[in-house]
Structures are given as structure tokens and as C-alpha cells.
């Protein structure tokens, strides 16, 4: 109807009556909310819109920027060892193999393994991340105790992780196709192949890589 | 019912004789250690206890090392050194080394295979 309140046109009038949802203010009185609302949505006066738009531009870059910069800094092997329950338990356990140290120098760190590198898989894993700080306040493995009697869940719900992915951490790295065999020992490069034709991805065999093994694990393949 | 009343005589003689032959060279081994460095070294892969796979039956090795002194000695190298193994194909590739330096836990490990007759 014609005397509908319009959100759209504009700033009321000084001493206008305000209507029951706030659009418009009542007489003499706009709340800052109101005020901040009629900023917001006036069209400029001032800038053209390409002014406008190219400054958006970059601040978008900028505030994307900063935004990887933030996410990114939860990925360094220091932020993840600044909490001691990894520090003392699983950190410990991966200094002692090979992705720490190795003939090449070439390093894995706790991200490569646990975070995806791609945008959307990442974002879906940080989020997830917020039950870890839940655990963190509520010290579900603050003590080496608790920690080893949760080993069992904790690595069961990362190698389901994996596994779900088809070891899409790993292969950031690793690939079968990349395997030469004329330097991988001929065992593992059969078995290697033959995980490759079954459709097998690399977490089905190769647990236990870089952290201790629960003790309640039992190897598929043990009698 | 007088043959149950005499055996518990045969029994208590017997049971330390069993003791001291199972028993490895000194104090039994312990399998659930050994088993837990045998699954994180992934030896299972290509190693059964009884089955042979890439590499020979656990107790197939125990029975081969059975009485022999530098068993133990010789063991440990094998699995420490990454010296080369021969395979049934015959061709030879530098074996795993087992994923601990704790002397003792390779230790117990090879004396739990050469337990496993």
C-alpha cells in the first residue's frame, strides 16, 4: 500500500513519528544503531562509484590478506606446541622419525599432515578446530594420564579422517607416480603398486608414521 | 580318582622343568612390548609368527637359532644394522631397521621371536 513504511527511501524527516518497527525514528529521537543504519544505506554524495568500488578492492585484498595471514599462523609448529599437551606427548614421539629429520632435510610439520592445503577443506578443518579449544579450557588430556587413555580415540578419528580424504595430506608430498624404482627397495615399491591397483591410500598401512601407536592397536596383519 | 590324588606330585615336578624350557635366555620376554615395537616398526608387514610371507614364519627363525649361542647377537645386528636380506626370489635389499634405539626394548623383541618355537 502506499503508506507502508519503505525502508529504502531515506532518512525521515526531523520530528516525523516513528512506526512500531523502527524504521523510521520516533520525533527527536534516532538510537545510534538508527543513525549508523541511515549512513550505511544513503547513497554516496561524494565518491564515484569506481572511487568506491576500487577502494573496496583493496581493502578486500588487504583484509584477505590479513585473514590468511591469521589462519596461516595456527598452522606453525610453534603454535601448535605452544599448548603443552601436544608439546610433551606427540610432538616428543615425532622428533624421533623421520618426517622431523631425515637425510634430506626435508621437513613435515604438524599442519602438513593435519590441515588440508586447500581453501574449503582448511576453512571445514579450523572450524572443527574449536571443539580442539573446547578440549583445551576443559583440559580433556591436560595430564599424560589422560592423554593415554584417550590415545586410542584420538588417533582412531584422525586415521578416519584420512582415510576419508584417501590420504589427501599425505599425497601433498608422496605420490605413487612419483615412486622410482629403481631407488625404492623392491619390496615396499611391489606392495606400493599393488595398494595402487587396489585402491588403497597411503594411512591403510603406514600408521603410526609419526606418533607413538596406541597400545590398544593391533596390526591387521598381526597373528 | 587315586591317579588325580598322586598328580599333583608329577605337576609340581614338571612345572618348573616347562619354566626353564620355555624360558628365554634370561628372564622371559615381555610380548606385549615386543609386539608393540613390532607394530610400530611395522614388521607384520612381511613377517607372521607362523605364516611365511616376504620374510620367513617368526617361529621358522626361532627354530633355525634354536640352541645356537650368538643367536641373540646375531638377531639384533639384523634388525638394527639395515644389512641386506637375501629373499626367496633371490635378490637381496637392505632390511627395515626396527623403529627404537632403546637397547632393551630390541633386545626383548628378539628374544620373544627366539621364544616363539
Known amino acids: 500500500m502506499n503508506d507502508a513504511p519503505n525502508p529504502m527511501s531515506g532518512p525521515a524527516a526531523p520530528g516525523a513519528g516513528g512506526d512500531p518497527d523502527g524504521h523510521r525514528p520516533a520525533a527527536g529521537k534516532t538510537s545510534a544503531w538508527g543513525r549508523l543504519r541511515q549512513v550505511l544505506l544513503r547513497p554516496s554524495a561524494r565518491y564515484s562509484l569506481l572511487g568506491l568500488l576500487t577502494v573496496g578492492f583493496f581493502a578486500g585484498i588487504i583484509f584477505w590478506g590479513g585473514f590468511n595471514t591469521g589462519m596461516e599462523a595456527t598452522n606453525t609448529l610453534e603454535f601448535c606446541t605452544a599448548c603443552h599437551e601436544m608439546r610433551d606427548n606427540v610432538y616428543q614421539e615425532y622428533k624421533q622419525t623421520v618426517h622431523y629429520s631425515n637425510r634430506t632435510g626435508v621437513r613435515a610439520i604438524c599442519s602438513d599432515c593435519h590441515v588440508p592445503r586447500d581453501w574449503v577443506h582448511k576453512l571445514v578443518r579450523k572450524s572443527r578446530a574449536s571443539l580442539e579449544l573446547w578440549g583445551k579450557l576443559t583440559g580433556s588430556i591436560d595430564t599424560r594420564e589422560k592423554f593415554e587413555a584417550r590415545r586410542m580415540a584420538l588417533a582412531t578419528n584422525e586415521w578416519a579422517r584420512m582415510k576419508a580424504s584417501g590420504s589427501r595430506e599425505c599425497r601433498n608430498c608422496h605420490s605413487f607416480d612419483a615412486m622410482n624404482p629403481e631407488v625404492q627397495k623392491q619390496t615396499p615399491y611391489k606392495k606400493h603398486m599393488h595398494g595402487k591397483a587396489d585402491g588403497m591410500t597411503c594411512i591403510d598401512c603406514h600408521k603410526g608414521i609419526a606418533h607413538h601407536l596406541p597400545k590398544e592397536y593391533r596390526d591387521p596383519d598381526e597373528d | ?117
Open chain 2, 1 to 117: 580318582m587315586d591317579s588325580i590324588a598322586r598328580r599333583p606330585a608329577a605337576g609340581l615336578f614338571a612345572l618348573p622343568l616347562i619354566a626353564a624350557l620355555s624360558a628365554a635366555p634370561a628372564a622371559a620376554a615381555d610380548e606385549a612390548a615386543a609386539r608393540a615395537l613390532a607394530r610400530q616398526s611395522n614388521c607384520f608387514k612381511c613377517h607372521s609368527i607362523d605364516k611365511k610371507k616376504d620374510g620367513p614364519a617368526w617361529k621358522e627363525v626361532a627354530q633355525k637359532y634354536s640352541g645356537k649361542p650368538d643367536a641373540e647377537a646375531k638377531l639384533i645386528y639384523h634388525i638394527t644394522s639395515g644389512k641386506k636380506a637375501k629373499f626367496p626370489d633371490g635378490h637381496e635389499e637392505d632390511h627395515v631397521i626396527v623403529s627404537s634405539k632403546d637397547q632393551g626394548e630390541v633386545r626383548n623383541l628378539v628374544d620373544w621371536i627366539l621364544g616363539l618355537k
